[in-house]
């Protein structure tokens, strides 16, 4: 379909080409410098907005973190000031079932407070819990949260928390994607990112979303 005479005009404006009257009306000086400064503000507005993305995208490591009593993911992952992310280090603080609630919340400190010390993080991001079947179990997940949150505190980092929902779209674009499916997600997205088992992967979903979606 051809462009309307109105469209052809406002090409020829924005081209810089001569403007004669057209046949349904004449164009006035304030018709031309109206759509001569709406078309400059659009494309000043669009690449502003493409620096803004481009520039300001948290560079250094983040911790991820997916906690659970019994099988706490933790993951380092770099973000490169090209905007690539490189995997550092990622464990399962694996407790033992003998060992008691105490025990294990203690290991989740200080495997998190190693890590951190290993590496240095700029901050930490943590699955946030969302739905929990009951009170025992949001009594023993929020343990497991409290204890990793206590170590990165310690370390004077800040912590950020992110719905599982949300980590999912951030890794692959689909919030109701499987673990397996985030695990290899992450193994292509990461340089030098095996694919991971699912609770390192789940933490490096929360590193990835954090490090997609908040701006500095």
Request: glycine letters at 8%; a positive charge; charged letters at 20%.
């Amino acid at each position: 379909m051809g462009k309307s005479g109105r469209a052809l005009w406002t090409q020829k404006i924005v081209e810089g080409k001569t403007i004669a009257p057209s046949k349904s009306g004449v164009w006035t000086q304030k018709d031309i410098a109206s759509v001569k400064n709406s078309t400059a503000g659009e494309e000043r507005k669009r690449a502003n907005a493409k620096r803004n993305m481009a520039g300001r995208q948290i560079c250094g490591m983040v911790l991820g973190i997916d906690p659970s009593l019994r099988g706490t993911g933790l993951s380092v992952i770099e973000s490169r000031a090209d905007g690539s992310l490189r995997y550092v280090e990622s464990r399962t603080i694996a407790n033992h079932p003998k060992m008691s609630m105490a025990q294990c919340l203690a290991r989740i400190f200080e495997e998190t407070a190693g890590i951190i010390s290993r590496h240095g993080p700029v901050c930490a991001a943590i699955e946030q819990t969302v739905y929990v079947q009951n009170f025992k179990t949001a009594m023993i997940l929020g343990s497991s949260r409290g204890a990793a949150i206590a170590a990165v505190a310690s370390a004077e980092l800040e912590v950020f928390e992110y719905p599982p929902l949300r980590i999912k779209q951030a890794v692959i674009g689909y919030g109701r994607a499987s673990k397996e499916q985030i695990a290899r997600s992450i193994s292509a997205l990461v340089n030098g990112a095996p694919i991971l088992p699912l609770d390192e992967a789940d933490a490096s979903g929360a590193a990835i979303a954090h490090i997609f979606t908040h701006k500095i």
